[in-house]
């Protein structure tokens, strides 16, 4: 008898066409599919009136758990683009996708926010600070943007919200987030096999 081992399934986003997160969540319902599309309430304008609407949390993404041996079901459902990752598919750490699924069902008001991460340069846009360009750290628990003088190698820090602040992002940001993502996993595993 043989038996075929097949990988397990992992959290994936899945980049949608535009406004058809909710028609790719009911496709993947119909497929069996776990998915995962958190929505957020939120007041929307047309010309002659104002309606509360329940859009997704993040515009142009649905989540899906499914074995890699799936992603042919899932690359041809109508309204799927992509499943994101920057060389092929890339699996969702759960840890992430279980803090979402508690944010979606917790019954409490959440809202997109920027994504900011200690390290990243970002500009504060509220407040006395607005238009400061810095490094996001993490000193003491509190988030400070630090602000250098390179030519002569002095930097000064302050603490800001995080709601006054978003990532400057340049053209090649994303690049090199790959590209050190890689160089890490490469240095991972050759570790692993020595």
């Not at 683009?81 to 508690?102: H, T, Y």
């Not at 600070?129 to 509190?142: E, S």
């Not at 590209?179 to 595993?189: I, K, V």
Request: proline share 5%; net charge positive.
């Amino acid at each position: 008898m043989v038996v075929h081992e097949y990988p397990a399934a992992s959290w994936y986003a899945l980049a949608t066409r535009s406004r058809q997160e909710k028609l790719v969540r009911d496709r993947l319902a119909g497929r069996g599919i776990e998915y995962l599309l958190p929505l957020t309430r939120r007041l929307s304008q047309w010309s002659d009136r104002k309606m509360w609407i329940d859009a997704p949390l993040f515009s142009g993404f649905c989540f899906a758990r499914f074995s890699p041996h799936d992603q042919l079901a899932v690359l041809t459902l109508p309204g799927v683009v992509r499943i994101v990752g920057c060389n092929g598919p890339e699996a969702i750490p759960d840890e992430e996708m279980v803090s979402l699924q508690k944010l979606a069902v917790s019954g409490l008001d959440y809202e997109p926010h920027q994504y900011c991460e200690e390290g990243m340069f970002v500009e504060v846009v509220g407040g006395p600070l607005a238009g400061v360009r810095g490094t996001l750290i993490r000193k003491a628990g509190r988030d400070r943007v630090v602000v250098q003088v390179r030519l002569i190698q002095q930097s000064a820090s302050v603490q800001v919200v995080r709601s006054n602040i978003r990532p400057v992002l340049q053209a090649n940001d994303l690049a090199l987030a790959c590209n050190a993502r890689d160089s890490l996993f490469q240095n991972r595993t050759n570790a692993h096999s020595s």
